[in-house]
């Protein structure tokens, strides 16, 4: 399928020759969808609500972007990427070490690197409630691909709150110029 943006978890893909009405089809981890172009909706499938909204926003504001890959998909050319949030979202651990406690050791990519005590992050129950097993704590890994920590049983933390606890910043905030606007726009391609 091809691939037409990508940010951090999902994945934005549209088909060639496609059927009506212009959608286009978003991955999320287990969770995938179809979301019409306009007016930006969910067709089929499922995506957490959140997600769903962050989607369904960018598709809004991207909306003539995703119309002309459509017709380009219709005539089999190929497709213009869209490109994804800005590169202040992207933060990527590339070390994690289990410490005693249920803390971790973690480094990001730039460098930044602390000790994280990883209930301060989220709580231990649910499918968390594994992580309660020391045993099971120590295997924690980096996922490479996602740039964050992971453990058995796809159990896995965004990467931003586990900066913000090293860092003591927000990582949008901490990467984007100084006076820039706090929210995230993406660029037009033109």
Do not use: K
Request: hydrophobic share 45%.
């Amino acid at each position: 399928m091809p691939e037409i943006s990508r940010f951090p978890g999902l994945v934005v893909a549209m088909l060639y020759n496609d059927h009506a009405p212009p959608h286009f089809h978003v991955r999320y981890g287990e969770f995938s969808a179809s979301l019409l172009v306009d007016p930006p909706s969910l067709l089929s499938g499922r995506l957490p609500p959140r997600v769903l909204g962050l989607v369904m926003e960018r598709a809004a504001s991207h909306r003539e972007d995703l119309l002309a890959d459509w017709e380009r998909a219709r005539t089999q050319q190929a497709l213009v990427p869209i490109a994804p949030l800005e590169q202040a979202m992207q933060v990527n651990v590339v070390q994690a070490v289990p410490r005693g406690e249920w803390r971790l050791f973690l480094r990001v990519d730039g460098g930044s690197e602390g000790e994280v005590a990883i209930a301060s992050v989220i709580p231990f129950s649910g499918v968390f409630e594994r992580l309660r097993d020391p045993a099971f704590f120590a295997r924690v890994e980096v996922d490479r691909d996602w740039g964050t920590v992971r453990w058995p049983g796809d159990l896995d933390l965004a990467p931003e709150p586990l900066y913000e606890r090293i860092t003591g910043r927000n990582p949008v905030d901490d990467r984007l110029p100084v006076g820039a606007a706090q929210t995230l726009v993406m660029p037009d391609r033109n």
